[in-house]
């Protein structure tokens, strides 16, 4: 999982963002009682979209800080819960993850209950110039939107790239995110790649923020390995939804989507230009060119496919 090496900073117990989050997760800090049977799903944002259509009235699984948030109280906290619950999902996260005992073999150890895991999940077929990635030294995100377009990034260390991909390239990137998925697929319990093999463009609204069309299937798988009876709860709601990238014309002719092409982001439902969002990496990247080098060479397979010849 991605995330600067810094634990959170802790604040007053009196500031209002404090209070805030203690009632949004109000089971998790003693604001209401933990339910008699429940479940934890831990991770990072996409913990919680897995966690949403996974609880029910009668199945209840507790909402949980996401682990890049979490303060050394909290992850102290998060040990003294599952340790009491009877089922616990976790994302991969590797040991002491940001200096706290949040890796998922230190939560297993931590808790006799059923404990499952289901990959972190990242897909660019749709969105097949954009990361999402940090590299050392560097713990902020540029302005707008956290996303990395490889055209942008590319322009900022003198590389020249297409304007657009063609179809058989656009598929390529796809086939590139299904082979590192399923890579990390061998070490978890729930696959999830198999649910990209046909796409809409609600399979992902930006390439670490899968849609609805990935968690409700994954969400019944889970209920299924666990032994759970009862459908998925379908919120009725777009999740993992606050930002959306632009959907590029080659997308939409790569996969014969129905959709018309976007070439604006969405952020919290606000139209953002996609010129906008360039400019102002643009001037990001300037100021940081030690990320552009770094992100460069580790986004080098992208970037050849974008490359222009």
């Known amino acids: 999982m991605n995330g600067a090496p810094n634990v959170p900073a802790a604040v007053a117990p009196g500031d209002p963002s404090v209070i805030s989050r203690h009632q949004h997760y109000g089971e998790f800090f003693g604001l209401s009682a933990l339910p008699d049977r429940f479940g934890v799903v831990v991770g990072n944002c996409q ?15 507790v909402r949980v800080p996401p682990v890049h948030e979490m303060t050394a109280e909290e992850a102290t906290k998060l040990h003294e819960i599952i340790s009491d619950a009877a089922y616990v999902v ?5 040991t002491d993850y940001r200096g706290l005992p949040l890796g998922t073999g230190q939560l297993a150890q931590a808790t006799s209950a059923v404990t499952l ?38 322009e ?10 063609a179809p058989d390239d656009v598929r390529g990137v796809a086939r590139d995110s299904l082979v590192e998925l399923r890579a990390r697929e061998e070490r978890i319990d729930v696959p999830v790649s198999d649910l990209y093999y046909t796409l809409t463009a609600e399979h992902a609204r930006t390439v670490n923020h899968p849609g609805n069309a990935i968690w409700l299937p994954l969400g019944a798988r889970v209920l299924e390995a666990l032994g759970l009876q009862g459908p998925v709860h379908d919120p009725g709601r777009p999740l993992l ?16 989507l129905p959709e018309e092409p976007r070439t604006h982001w969405l952020v919290e439902g606000r139209p953002v230009d996609d010129a906008e969002v360039r400019e102002a990496h643009r001037r990001w990247y300037a100021g940081h060119p030690a990320f552009v080098d770094a992100a460069l060479t580790r986004l080098a397979p992208l970037l050849a496919r974008w490359r222009r010849a």
């Open 241 to 256: 939804a606050s930002v959306r990238s632009p959907l590029l014309p080659d997308v939409v002719e790569a996969w014969s």
């Open 117 to 154: 895991t289901v990959p972190s999940v990242r897909f660019a077929g749709l969105q097949p110039f954009q990361a999402a990635i940090r590299v050392p030294g560097v713990d902020e995100d540029p302005p707008i939107v956290a996303y990395h377009d490889i055209r942008t990034l590319a």
């Open 90 to 94: 976790t994302q991969p996260i590797r």
């Open 47 to 61: 913990a919680e979209s897995l966690r949403i259509v996974l609880d029910a009235p009668d199945r209840r699984f």
């Open 156 to 165: 900022a260390g003198g590389i020249a790239t297409r304007a657009a991909l």
